[in-house]
């Protein structure tokens, strides 16, 4: 049976690696691809996959796209009016929410509200509204199939347990390219140390939250989420070749966990095969020269975002709202060269200390908080 | 629903431990016990877990027996005979074959005949007649259960998976107390350095066969016939401090890892509650404070069993049960100070060169090869 999908995002680094296992895997079509304002790559992935549907987020990067693609069958469409019309009105089983930011919210839940199922990838859906996607979720019978690898690890591990058994998640962090280091170091970073990232390659801003640690902690709120634990029950480890993806403890004190090399197509491939395997061209582990797995404790004062993220995850409502938000627009910040490395996270200390939390919120108080949260910082 | 249990080598340290962790659960009950001639033990277990039946292998024995628990109504037998009636006659759904030898096989092949899972923990079985008793688990619908904590963690490794999609497993081995030294060093090795092992507390036989790895090979073959892989599908890696205890590495390059600290209850308890698991009490893996895993290649010119092992299961037939009985009679002769450390390995190699294999061979011929192999090594 030919499995159809959706790719929001799909110029991206996840969006692009997602079309190449596509690629690799004959029974996989691609019906819907949404990507932000990068046409020429939009057009030739057209070319290539041949989809019934895009979306341009930029309005007139779409009717430049409009005329370069008038010789296919391609409907092109823009903004989040056609966003959400990629995200529901194709064929796909399967809706990749590879889109940067809380963008990917509505999306996410159209295609919920449309019967797909959700290969996700964009963090800040669960983030922000882990609280109204998880019980959608359950009550539209559709799956949500982590892409990032570590919650693909902890996915692939729960595979065939009962949940009810687990008793403690392992998330595993490489540390970024400043572990080790202290907070009087961190004060001296410089945004071209800040973008080298020790294993995985990926776009800027995630680089960065691997750096300051705020991606694991946005990870450990989605894991929350994701697999229905208590986030104290959500232990990080820092161990950094990025060998193991995360681990799981049952109550019986078993472990299990998921390794593998540095590359995002297993999880992804993973997501769209479920609960199927399929053979991935690539490097493989070999436990004969590998010499060494190293674990370490991590340094919540020097990397206090991570210690943010707790406390947003456990008061819930705005806060993690808050906490993203303020990390998205400290970053830009700090990619612009207008704030100091350590700003990022004391940026999303203040807005967290500003905010005044409210529990349960809609999509659209979550998206004013988002608002609300820039506008503050804009006059720290 | 009450779980009845037959427990065959109640006294060994798999049997012992296998009633712990039935006291740590109230839903399980033992229904028989088959124990060596240790009647002192085999007596308070009586009184403890209350049994219909019990076996004891030596008559004389189990004479004596009879007349300390006349005040109790379990009813005492003996030998073979005995030992087929523990394994059959009473309620047990599954029974624990936790006996030492190839006297482990007709136990089992009367069990699976009575409809009854099998909790595995004697070696033997599979590794000499794994092509009777894999065939004869499928024809009559009954589960081969792994007790051995690298089988179990495969099993779990594969719980939820499709067993075709698997590439290769990893067996892991602590490498012993002779890890790291050559062959001309372990020339000098003294029974007593033979039995002190670094991380698992067990009888003397398993420890002498783990410190010469001739243990693992026992393993590799019996991982071959419980998982259905080819014997070069498994490949053995040291892991000295036994923290991973098996891993699955699958078509797609995932590897999936079972770990634990060593405690044989979990493996024990997992086979009993298997699908489900169950707490635990005991320690567990801290990875804020564990610090490293480490691996190595496996020495085979210094640890030849452990090739030797690769070349009778790869063989198959007869030779698996020559490298076993050999193994036994070395061990035995080591124990008793008759032959040095390193002709352990030597004789069981000589006893391969002088056997002529036979293919699929019965129960019989594979205790016949048994006894012939002892007598073949009393001539060297």
């Given at each position: 049976m030919m499995?159809?999908?959706?790719?929001?995002?799909?110029?991206?680094?996840?969006?692009?690696?997602?079309?190449?296992?596509?690629?690799?895997?004959?029974?996989?079509?691609?019906?819907?691809l949404a990507a932000g304002s990068n046409i020429e790559l939009l057009e030739r992935q057209i070319r290539e996959f041949k989809p019934a549907l895009v979306c341009v987020w930029d309005e007139k990067k779409a009717m430049e796209l409009k005329v370069s693609v008038k010789d296919t069958d391609v409907k092109v469409v823009s903004g989040m009016e056609g966003l959400l019309e990629a995200a529901v009105e194709t064929e796909a089983q399967t809706v990749v929410t590879a889109l940067v930011g809380m963008i990917g919210i509505r999306p996410t839940?159209?295609?919920?509200?449309?019967g797909k199922d959700i290969a996700l990838a964009n963090k800040e859906t669960l983030v922000t509204a882990?609280?109204?996607?998880?019980?959608?979720?359950?009550?539209?019978?559709?799956?949500?199939?982590?892409?990032?690898?570590?919650?693909?690890?902890?996915?692939?591990c729960l595979n065939g347990e009962n949940t009810r058994q687990v008793h403690k998640l392992w998330l595993t962090a490489s540390g970024g390219p400043f572990r080790g280091r202290k907070r009087e170091e961190l004060e001296k970073v410089q945004l071209e140390d800040a973008l080298k990232h020790p294993n995985w390659s990926m776009g800027p801003k995630i680089?960065?939250?691997?750096?300051?640690?705020?991606?694991?902690?946005?990870?450990?709120?989605?894991?929350?989420?994701?697999?229905?634990?208590?986030?104290?029950?959500?232990?990080?480890?820092?161990?950094?070749?990025?060998?193991?993806?995360?681990?799981?403890?049952?109550?019986d004190g078993a472990v299990v966990a998921q390794l593998g090399t540095p590359d995002m197509k297993l999880p992804i491939q993973y997501a769209l095969s479920y609960p199927e395997r399929r053979f991935l061209p690539g490097d493989r582990l070999d436990f004969?020269?590998?010499?060494?797995?190293a674990f370490e404790k991590p340094d919540f004062d020097t990397f206090f975002g991570?210690?943010?993220?707790?406390?947003?995850?456990?008061?819930?409502?705005?806060?993690?709202?808050?906490?993203?938000?303020?990390?998205?627009?400290?970053?830009r910040e700090f990619l612009n060269r207008r704030i100091s490395y350590m700003e990022i996270t004391e940026m999303i200390q203040k807005a967290m200390e500003h905010h005044k939390a409210a529990a349960d919120p809609t999509v659209e108080e979550i998206l004013r908080t988002e608002q609300e949260t820039y506008e503050v910082l804009k006059h720290f």
């Amino acid at each position: 049976m030919m499995k159809k999908i959706a790719v929001l995002g799909s110029t991206g680094s996840i969006g692009t690696q997602t079309l190449e296992v596509v690629s690799n895997n004959q029974d996989m079509k691609v019906t819907a691809l949404a990507a932000g304002s990068n046409i020429e790559l939009l057009e030739r992935q057209i070319r290539e996959f041949k989809p019934a549907l895009v979306c341009v987020w930029d309005e007139k990067k779409a009717m430049e796209l409009k005329v370069s693609v008038k010789d296919t069958d391609v409907k092109v469409v823009s903004g989040m009016e056609g966003l959400l019309e990629a995200a529901v009105e194709t064929e796909a089983q399967t809706v990749v929410t590879a889109l940067v930011g809380m963008i990917g919210i509505r999306p996410t839940i159209a295609a919920m509200n449309a019967g797909k199922d959700i290969a996700l990838a964009n963090k800040e859906t669960l983030v922000t509204a882990g609280h109204i996607i998880i019980p959608l979720a359950r009550e539209k019978g559709v799956r949500i199939l982590p892409v990032d690898s570590e919650h693909s690890a902890i996915f692939q591990c729960l595979n065939g347990e009962n949940t009810r058994q687990v008793h403690k998640l392992w998330l595993t962090a490489s540390g970024g390219p400043f572990r080790g280091r202290k907070r009087e170091e961190l004060e001296k970073v410089q945004l071209e140390d800040a973008l080298k990232h020790p294993n995985w390659s990926m776009g800027p801003k995630i680089t960065i939250d691997s750096s300051t640690m705020v991606n694991k902690g946005l990870e450990v709120i989605e894991a929350k989420w994701l697999f229905g634990v208590d986030i104290d029950q959500i232990q990080v480890v820092i161990q950094p070749k990025s060998i193991i993806h995360s681990m799981v403890e049952f109550e019986d004190g078993a472990v299990v966990a998921q390794l593998g090399t540095p590359d995002m197509k297993l999880p992804i491939q993973y997501a769209l095969s479920y609960p199927e395997r399929r053979f991935l061209p690539g490097d493989r582990l070999d436990f004969w020269t590998l010499k060494e797995i190293a674990f370490e404790k991590p340094d919540f004062d020097t990397f206090f975002g991570l210690k943010l993220a707790y406390e947003a995850g456990r008061a819930g409502g705005t806060l993690p709202t808050v906490f993203n938000a303020a990390n998205e627009y400290a970053v830009r910040e700090f990619l612009n060269r207008r704030i100091s490395y350590m700003e990022i996270t004391e940026m999303i200390q203040k807005a967290m200390e500003h905010h005044k939390a409210a529990a349960d919120p809609t999509v659209e108080e979550i998206l004013r908080t988002e608002q609300e949260t820039y506008e503050v910082l804009k006059h720290f």
